[in-house]
């Protein structure tokens, strides 16, 4: 790589923003250039001192005057709705990485692929909720989507490595840890608790998509992100259980020949390679030790007790704006499972509940995106308040 490459982090204080963080400072192939949260004001002062960046962006305007006096000179710090969104417009950012958690991401997302530069994209959420218009602005000269989840970023490179035509892939095999609850029913599932749910087996990520993981949503949305980024049809896309996460996926081609990417389980990968793409990055992550590897295991998804999965398959069959439904359900019951008003088993309750409540709309603008994600998290809200008078 030649000149250093420069990028804004949106999410810069989450578990991938950090990891991001890392990277850049262990590599002098990038710099950055701004960041940005939503209300973690003593870290990105942080952020701020230890990477000088042009511009720090917060999203929540009511704490800008806490983070303004802590900032270095130089930094200049823009606050409110719309703040991190503008990172994208910076003329000097190339990349931007997406790493704000949720449906909250949808601005950065497609606010950068109209600028049409590259968006290192974490944030899963923008692009199954708002697919059409996400993807009409993947269209912009210059835009381009490279994925940083392990899973995407794994399809990414064996369909690299294979200079295949699109037309001859015949399935992509997205691999799953199974979670937490791997090999348990519904039944002894019903009184798991919040800390339970969060302590995932190979990987260390925020909240949210830990909760997503334990109840295999995050496999589901993962489907339907695998369907956007690569064009496969939902019925393309297989899920199988690999407790190890070593393997981070597979494609199959249409002469049966199987491609996939191995590696221990370490985000920093991913995001190198979509930061540095196409050159790799010149410092290992995740390398495997074959002396102590001495088996892979797959296994076939439980789609009873893990029903967020078979929801999300369904949803991808309905397209149009049901991913948009699904995933605003999910992040309301989510929230409330994290906020202790709901069960664990009832996560997937409220999202099938909602779903069966699913009013389909066109969603050709951003304006329709906002819509349909206000409507269906309304009537997840119903569910639940639904839920609370049987109990
Ligand atoms: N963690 C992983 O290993 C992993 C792996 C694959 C994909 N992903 C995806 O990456 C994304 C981030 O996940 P994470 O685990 O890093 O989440 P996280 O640790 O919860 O961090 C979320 C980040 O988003 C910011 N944020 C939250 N709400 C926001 C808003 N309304 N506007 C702007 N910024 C906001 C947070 O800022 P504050 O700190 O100020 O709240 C924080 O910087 C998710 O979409 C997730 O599915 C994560």
């Not at 790589?1 to 002098?28: K, L, P, W, Y």
């Not at 835009?143 to 369909?159: G, K, N, T």
């Not at 791997?182 to 969060?198: M, P, S, Y």
Request: proline share 4%; hydrophobic share 45%.
């Amino acid at each position: 790589m030649g000149e250093r490459r420069r990028i804004a982090i949106a999410g810069s204080t989450g578990s991938i923003g950090t990891q991001a963080i890392d990277v850049v400072q262990s590599s002098d192939s990038f710099e950055v250039v701004a960041i940005g949260a939503s209300s973690s004001t003593e870290r990105l002062a942080e952020q701020a001192a230890a990477l000088r960046p042009k511009v720090v962006a917060l999203a929540d305007g009511s704490k800008a005057a806490e983070l303004a006096d802590r900032l270095p000179p130089g930094s200049e710090l823009r606050a409110g709705r719309g703040a991190i969104a503008s990172l994208a417009e910076l003329a000097e950012v190339e990349v931007v990485l997406n790493a704000v958690v949720g449906f909250a991401g949808l601005d950065v997302t497609v606010s950068t692929l109209e600028r049409g530069k590259r968006l290192a994209l974490a944030n899963k959420e923008s692009l199954i909720a708002g697919a059409p218009v996400v993807q009409r602005a993947r269209q912009t000269p210059g835009a381009e989507i490279l994925p940083v989840d392990s899973e995407h970023c794994a399809i990414h490179q064996c369909l690299s490595a294979s200079r295949a035509a699109g037309s001859e892939l015949s399935r992509i095999v997205l691999t799953a840890s199974g979670g937490p609850f791997r090999g348990r029913k519904t039944e002894d599932l019903r009184q798991v608790t919040v800390a339970e749910a969060l302590d995932h087996p190979t990987w260390s990520m925020g909240p949210k998509i830990t909760v997503d993981s334990s109840t295999l949503m995050n496999k589901g949305l993962e489907v339907l992100e695998a369907k956007e980024l690569f064009g496969a049809s939902t019925d393309q896309i297989e899920v199988v259980v690999h407790p190890q996460s070593i393997v981070h996926s597979m494609v199959e081609f249409c002469d049966g020949a199987t491609i996939a990417q191995l590696s221990e389980p370490d985000m920093r990968l991913p995001i190198g390679y979509c930061l540095g793409y196409p050159d790799r990055l010149q410092l290992p992550y995740g390398s495997i030790d074959w002396s102590r590897l001495s088996f892979l295991q797959f296994e076939t998804p439980d789609y009873e007790t893990f029903a967020c999965l078979k929801l999300a398959f369904e949803a991808g069959r309905l397209g149009g704006a049901a991913p948009a439904w699904l995933n605003a359900a999910n992040e309301v019951a989510v929230a409330g499972f994290l906020e202790g008003r709901l069960g664990w088993c009832q996560i997937a309750e409220v999202v099938g509940e909602t779903m069966a409540r699913f009013e389909a709309s066109e969603l050709g603008r951003i304006g329709d995106v906002l819509e349909a994600d206000l409507l269906a998290r309304q009537r997840a809200r119903e569910v639940i308040a639904s839920l609370g008078q049987a109990a």
